[in-house]
């Protein structure tokens, strides 16, 4: 048999080496099968989230309770992630709308061969106008035509 430092270590044996030491002569295996399976799936959740965990629980409901703060801090932090993904995909598609919307009247313009002079002038009121937000008419409102 290889030596811990060039076996690979799983997380049961890693469990069971670490218990070693902080119990002594206690074997991980001897405890409890659910302490056993709690503890490796602490080690595994600690492994997704790259905590380290400083925090070294020593019972049942000391694992369990680090694991739901571990998951909660998973469904925040992606709740987190979502509401700004969705909020920079939001930006990025109104101001694509927009910069669509310049392209094809500078394309009009020029097809038209308007002239320079006025063609700035009717970019420029465009770019006001677009920039103006519009009140929500009762039309524009699906729930109500229900």
Not at 4 to 10: D, K
Not at 118 to 144: C, G, W
């Amino acid at each position: 048999r290889a030596p811990l430092g060039v076996r690979l270590v799983r997380g049961r044996e890693w469990r069971a080496f670490r218990y070693r030491l902080k119990v002594g002569r206690s074997s991980f295996l001897q405890a409890w099968p659910s302490y056993q399976y709690l503890s490796c799936f602490h080690w595994a959740v600690g492994q997704i989230s790259l905590s380290g965990s400083s925090i070294v629980p020593t019972n049942s409901w000391e694992i369990a309770l680090n694991v739901g703060a571990t998951m909660l801090g998973f469904l925040f932090g992606s709740m987190l992630v979502s509401m700004l993904s969705a909020a920079m995909m939001d930006y990025q598609m109104r101001r694509n709308d927009k910069l669509v919307k310049l392209r094809t009247l500078r394309r009009y313009l020029r097809e038209n061969e308007v002239p320079t002079t006025i063609a700035v002038h009717v970019q420029k009121q465009v770019e006001q106008r677009l920039a103006i937000k519009n009140s929500i008419t009762e039309r524009d409102v699906e729930a109500l035509q229900l």
